[in-house]
């Protein structure tokens, strides 16, 4: 089935050129911007890279707006810290996203105008203190789950970026999962409001995973390529096996009355997420889409000037060196 996919991603494209790229990939080596690919595989990869880029952008604005109001000074200097690594690894992944000969304001662009999309997760508010513990665990908890095999995926750029953004999401997943555990620990109103966290934010958390593998459209190919190392329910099922002991490990439940271990699979048996409020979501019409795309739309516009003088500065530096020359 993958041979019949990258064929059908460039019937155009020169048939050796294609079989020694495949042989490439099987064998395990990187592939490098100046070096030749197919088509198909770029443009897989800008729209991973880029949705992936925007996910760390727009992440930070659930987090962002609970940095004045954090309960600590020390708390708040580890959310700003946090919400300060977010903005790097969009940076990162732009940078290696721009070596496919796409611009960091092309794909701004197409984010804007709905071309392309960031994770679902970012368009559930934060009510609470609890939910920015939610966030750190369970977010970045299913974050790291997918990044990780990202440090083994087969365009170089990318997994050279994912070996600091991973170190960094382990972070955060810890300082989330010591948010919760403080809570948890806390007094009653307190352990309920992380139990409240964990019970809105389980699903969106396993949605995070894409689509289940009957449902989705580019994971073959992708595999094919090693672009993605594991399919989405792989991923999930890898999720839910190392989430729940955590869970219990607190004091808190899981929100799935159908979680029950499975000895003959070695792992837990739990109920799907609603795929319909995940296509809504995607679609634009979930609790913040607009919020979160006029939050991006307000930086962009704001950021005009900067953006032309910029430019403007490197046209009158690229003309002094031609005069000098």
Known sequence: MYAQMVKSEATTEDPEKLAA???????????EP??????GYRKTLIRQIGQHAHS???GQLPEGNWITRAPTLERKAILLAKVQDEAGHG???YCAAETLGVSRDELTEA??????????IFNYPTLNWADIGAVGW???GAAIMNQVPLQRTSFGPYSRAMIR???EESFHQRQGYDIMMKMAQGSPEQKAMAQDALNRFWYPSLMMFGPSDKDSVHSAQSMAWKIKINTNDELRQKFVDQTVPQAEYLGLTIPDPELSWNEEKGGYDFS???WSEFFEVIKGNGPCNAERMEARQKAWDEGAWFREGLMAHAAKRAARKIAAE
């Open 165 to 167: 953004i991973c170190k």
């Open 272 to 274: 799907e997420p609603d």
């Open 34 to 39: 100046k070096e030749w690919m197919p088509e």
């Open 56 to 58: 760390e952008i727009v």
């Open 21 to 31: 790229f495949q042989a490439r990939i099987d064998a395990g080596e990187k592939i």
């Open 91 to 93: 940076l990162y992944l």
């Open 138 to 140: 369970l977010v970045d």
């Open 111 to 120: 984010l804007l105008s709905g071309k392309m999309k960031y994770s679902s």
